[in-house]
Every structure is written in structure tokens, then in C-alpha cells.
């Protein structure tokens, strides 16, 4: 995240980022976000979603609806304010670095967890160090890389000791998914707890724990007095988490008023339709989630592992797909302006973001442009149509990735220049099947963990990255090292546009849309716009009706 949020939240706001929360009538109005119970709270708020659960276990999950349910019941040494981005203590009762390679952590004294154990700073380093040594594939262990130790030389006290000075997004990581912090005496060290045995354990520190537990089904969370973190007391007496197969019901209940707050995630053409409902209020806030295409280096058409092995042809073909999407209509016609046109791997409103494939590619004022992806093409040396297979997930990321995607096949197609074989996985099988070499070209989204621009950087494109495309660039990786370490924010701008513009000329990535969280509830449900804010999480401590 960068270290001014009004910036951040201004820079957003210009560039038309917006994160849409629907709110269902379904009873008298409360008080705003931050009442206790015992002051007159709402009662118990139904909060629907089609994401899923993983895992409970901060260690075996790295995706959104694992995540939010997190929220609700684990602490982070550091957290955000509901309504803002930078982070402030929550366990901790300061922090601060002492060295460049050293960051500090005083835990609040007396602390306890819900089932009465002792909270402490031996649950802080038992947290980070199991999620290092389990490093499970779904989890995000990846985040914490810059860790070389953590001391605890009292109750109250934890020393981060790191690799590399001055990390300019360490605190932004204590708060995001790498940073729930866990039970000690209930979390096995070096293997991962079922969802089950935490519930059973109450093993939880947050402004609620779980009351019960049906995986992806219903979960009843209740308040819970004794949380002292930054969120304060929730202004419900509780909540009830109900995850949806299909968002047209999902979308159906918020009308009726069956639920009171849907996030995450409704159509464009859904939330189009809710708008009009008198019942129904739509909430803005930032948002910096970006849609892109993938191309794997090894098995795309002329990639390294196959038979017509060239690299000067994969680029061309890369190049020449930048070329001709069109992304303004996509935004218009598939998404009714919910996601708007991405020219970069860093989103706009995020520091150092630039235009660098609007400028190289299509007509340079971000239309298409088919003479110049003829060009590419036959400059090297390909002729006639190239075979792409194309594949997207329909479920994960909303049933209007079959629109996006037949739009991108056709925008290919009429060229002249691809023939496009689209197909469609389901996400359990696609998630894997993406990163061990089986699609040669294929859809990804990506919600941040914290809004910074490295994020959108390292993650992707260090170490061969989470997607597993193999590319790599050894120039790319030294200028993201050092811009993460930079405490000059302008020449830490300048390196992540440098980034950006090299990026850019090997396509690693295409972005294609940038665009928000999108929730839904009626128009006497209070606090959804404190929820809506750059720190990417969603509150349900703040909602009341």
C-alpha cells in the first residue's frame, strides 16, 4: 500500500475505481458501523457470497472468501482502520522498525484467546514460522520471504529480523493474508487444522467467533465482548454467512430481503438491474482488482517447449493479440463500466502506475489497431492464421467471463490472423491445471493482498511467480528487488514505471480490466461504506440494519 492513503484513496476516486455494495430493506433502521450490542446493536445480519472457503487455516488458504471469513474471527499484529488503508496497531500496541534489517512489535499485555489461552508473543512467532515451514501450495507463505528470524525476548515482545532493509510493504504484509495470527496451543506446527477442529477448538481472537460451521454453506458468527482490537465492537449482535452455488439466487434473496449484504460477487448486468430496485442502494468505494490473460512460455503457440520453438514468433504472437483487444468494449458491452480498460500491470490510482501498453500497442490512444498486429506477424516470418487455445474459468470469477472471453475470441478472430479454440474449466480443476502446463494461454483475475504496487509485482513476476508461466526476466526481478526496498518515493515511482515499460515489451501478462469488490444489500442496512475502502476488506463488524 502506499504510505498516503488520501492520495491512494484520491488517485482512485479520479481514475473511476469503484467497488459497488447493494443493501437489502429487511428491517428498521440501526446505528452506523462501530455499535456494541449491549448499546442498542442491530440483531443478527445474513451476509450472502458465492466465493468459497479453502481453508480456516490462515496457512491453507491465499483467496478471498477464505479470507473474509478470517476477518471476522482472527487478529493481525497490525490492521486498518473500517475506512482506511494504513496500517495501525490491533494485537500490537506499537511497532516500528529499530534497525533497517529489524521491525518491532509490542503486543497489548493480558491478552486471551476465546477458548482462554493465553495470547502472547509466542503465538505471534509460532504463526509466521509455521506458515514458512508448511508453505503449502495454496497458502501465502510467498508473502513473507522477506523474513530471516523472529525473536521473542519477552511475552510483549516480537523482533522480525529481515533480509533485506527497509522493506516498504512489511507492515502492509502484518496485515494481509499472510498475517492472521493463530493459537499456538491448538495449531499443529508443521501441518495444517481442519476447519472443523478450529471451530471446535475456538481457537479465535476477533470481533466474533464461529457459533457454527457447515463449510460453503452457512456459518453463524457471534459477537464476541472481549476483542480489543482497532475494529472495536461489532454494531450487530452477530452474523450469518450464507455462500451461494448460483448468483442469480443470490441476487433474488437480496431482492427479497431473505439476505441483508451480498459481496462478491453478482453480474454486471445484475447489479445493473438491482440498481433500479427502490429497495435496493448501491455503495461506491475503491477497488484494485485486475483481469488479465496469461501466456505460458513454455506451450503457447511457438513457446520453448514445442516443436515450432521460436522465440521471436511467440513474441510476435504475443504482441500481436495486444494489438487487437479491444478493451473499452469489453468494459461496455460485457461489464456496464464495473471494470474498466487496464493499460498496465499496476493499476491505476496505485503508485507509479502508467499507460505502457496503451502507448505501445493498438492505435496508441487505447483502440485496436489490426494493421500493426499484421505487421508484427509477418515481420516474423509467420504466415497464415495461428491456433490459440483460449481458457477461461466460468465460476470463479463470475458467469460474465464467458462473455469477456467470447468477446476477446472474436476480437482475435476477425483479424484474420488467430483461430481461437475456447474452452471453460471449473475452478478446482483450472487452479491447478493452469499452473502445471496445461493451458497455453488463459484467464486469471487478481484481488490484492494490500494496495501497494508491489503486489502487482513481485507475486507475479519473481522467482517464476505464483502463475507458474515460465517467464523470466533477470532485469525485471533486480529493479522490483530494489524498488521494494526504496524509501525514496520518487525514485521508487520511477522504478516501478521502468518496470512496468519493460513488462510491457515481453507480455508475460496482458492486462485486460481493473475494477472492485462488488457487494449488494437494502436501503436501510447501515455501515456498508466503511466496509468499501483501499484496504481491500470487507467488515461485517461495521453492517447493522
Known amino acids: 500500500m502506499t504510505k498516503s492513503t488520501k492520495a491512494l484513496r484520491s488517485a482512485i476516486a479520479l481514475a473511476g475505481i469503484s467497488a459497488f455494495a447493494l443493501t437489502a430493506c429487511t428491517g428498521p433502521s440501526g446505528g452506523g458501523g462501530g455499535g456494541t450490542a449491549s448499546g442498542g446493536a442491530s440483531s443478527v445480519i445474513t451476509y450472502g457470497?458465492?466465493?468459497?472457503?479453502?481453508?480456516?487455516?490462515?496457512?491453507?488458504?491465499?483467496?478471498?472468501?477464505?479470507?473474509?471469513?478470517?476477518?471476522?474471527?482472527?487478529?493481525?499484529?497490525?490492521?486498518s482502520k473500517p475506512g482506511g488503508a494504513e496500517p495501525v496497531p490491533d494485537l500490537a500496541e506499537s511497532s516500528s522498525f529499530t534497525k533497517p534489517t529489524e521491525f518491532t512489535v509490542k503486543l497489548k499485555s493480558g491478552l486471551k484467546w476465546a477458548n482462554g489461552h493465553v495470547l502472547d508473543s509466542k503465538d505471534?512467532?509460532?504463526?509466521?514460522?509455521?506458515?514458512?515451514?508448511?508453505?503449502?501450495?495454496?497458502?501465502?507463505?510467498?508473502?513473507?520471504?522477506?523474513?530471516?528470524?523472529?525473536?521473542?525476548?519477552?511475552?510483549?515482545?516480537?523482533?522480525?529480523?529481515l533480509k533485506q532493509a527497509n522493506d516498504q510493504t512489511f507492515a502492509q504484509i502484518l496485515q494481509s493474508p499472510a498475517g492472521p495470527i493463530v493459537d499456538d496451543e491448538v495449531f499443529p506446527a508443521d501441518k495444517l487444522l481442519s476447519d472443523e477442529d478450529i471451530v471446535k477448538a475456538n481457537a479465535f481472537y476477533g470481533p466474533y467467533t464461529i457459533d457454527s460451521y457447515n463449510k460453503n454453506t452457512l456459518v453463524s458468527l457471534k459477537?464476541?465482548?472481549?476483542?480489543?482490537?482497532?475494529?472495536?465492537?461489532?454494531?450487530?449482535?452477530?452474523?450469518?454467512?450464507k455462500y451461494y452455488t448460483d448468483q442469480t439466487n443470490m441476487k433474488l434473496e437480496i431482492k427479497g430481503g431473505q439476505i441483508d449484504v451480498a459481496n462478491r460477487s453478482l453480474s454486471a448486468t445484475d447489479i445493473d438491474d438491482l440498481k433500479k430496485d427502490s429497495n435496493v442502494k448501491v455503495n461506491i468505494g475503491p477497488g484494485g482488482e485486475m483481469r488479465y490473460i496469461v501466456f505460458n512460455f513454455d506451450i503457447m503457440p511457438f513457446g520453448a517447449k514445442t516443436p515450432e520453438a521460436d522465440p521471436k514468433k511467440a513474441l510476435a504472437v504475443r504482441q500481436a493479440v495486444a494489438n487487437l483487444v479491444d478493451r473499452q468494449a469489453i468494459s461496455?458491452?460485457?461489464?456496464?463500466?464495473?471494470y474498466l480498460p487496464m493499460w498496465s500491470n499496476v493499476p491505476s490510482g496505485f503508485l507509479g502506475a502508467n499507460e505502457s501498453f496503451k502507448q505501445a500497442y493498438g492505435d496508441g490512444s487505447g483502440k485496436p489497431s489490426p494493421d500493426k498486429a499484421k505487421k508484427v506477424m509477418t515481420d516474423a516470418g509467420i504466415t497464415g492464421p495461428?491456433?490459440?487455445?483460449?481458457?477461461?474459468?466460468?465460476d470463479h470469477y463470475g458467469k460474465s467471463s464467458g462473455d469477456e472471453y467470447a468477446a476477446v475470441k472474436d476480437q482475435l478472430e476477425k483479424s484474420g490472423l488467430f483461430k481461437v479454440d475456447l474452452q471453460s474449466t471449473e475452478w478446482v480443476t483450472y487452479n491447478k491445471t493452469s499452473k502445471a502446463d496445461g493451458y497455453p494461454v488463459f484467464q486469471l483475475g487478481w484481488f490484492p493482498d494490500f494496495s501497494d504496487p508491489d503486489n502487482y509485482l513481485t507475486p507475479f513476476?519473481?522467482?517464476?511467480?505464483?502463475?507458474?508461466?515460465?517467464?523470466?526476466?533477470?532485469?525485471?526481478?533486480?529493479?522490483?528487488?530494489k524498488q521494494l526496498v526504496n524509501g525514496d518515493k520518487s525514485a521508487r515511482e520511477k522504478q516501478v514505471q521502468d518496470i512496468q515499460n519493460l513488462l510491457a515489451k515481453d507480455i508475460s501478462t496482458l492486462p485486460l480490466l481493473q475494477g472492485a469488490q462488488v457487494a449488494v444489500s437494502g436501503k436501510d442496512v447501515k455501515g456498508v461504506d466503511s466496509t468499501l475502502d483501499a484496504s481491500f476488506k470487507f467488515r461485517l463488524g461495521q453492517v447493522s440494519k
Open 332 to 338: 461496455d458491452q460485457v461489464y456496464k463500466g464495473t
Open 223 to 241: 459477537s464476541w465482548p472481549d476483542y480489543k482490537g482497532v475494529l472495536g465492537a461489532p454494531a450487530n449482535d452477530g452474523a450469518t454467512v
Open 49 to 79: 457470497t458465492t466465493d468459497k472457503v479453502t481453508a480456516l487455516d490462515p496457512a491453507g488458504s491465499y483467496d478471498n472468501g477464505s479470507f473474509m471469513l478470517m476477518n471476522q474471527v482472527f487478529s493481525f499484529l497490525l490492521n
Open 461 to 481: 513476476f519473481v522467482g517464476g511467480g505464483f502463475m507458474k508461466n515460465h517467464y523470466s526476466n533477470p532485469e525485471v526481478e533486480a529493479l522490483i528487488a
Open 124 to 161: 505471534v512467532k509460532f504463526s509466521f514460522d509455521r506458515q514458512l515451514k508448511i508453505n503449502d501450495p495454496n497458502g501465502p507463505a510467498s508473502l513473507l520471504a522477506n523474513i530471516e528470524s523472529i525473536a521473542t525476548p519477552d511475552a510483549t515482545t516480537v523482533v522480525f529480523t
Open 386 to 394: 495461428v491456433t490459440i487455445k483460449l481458457q477461461y474459468n466460468p
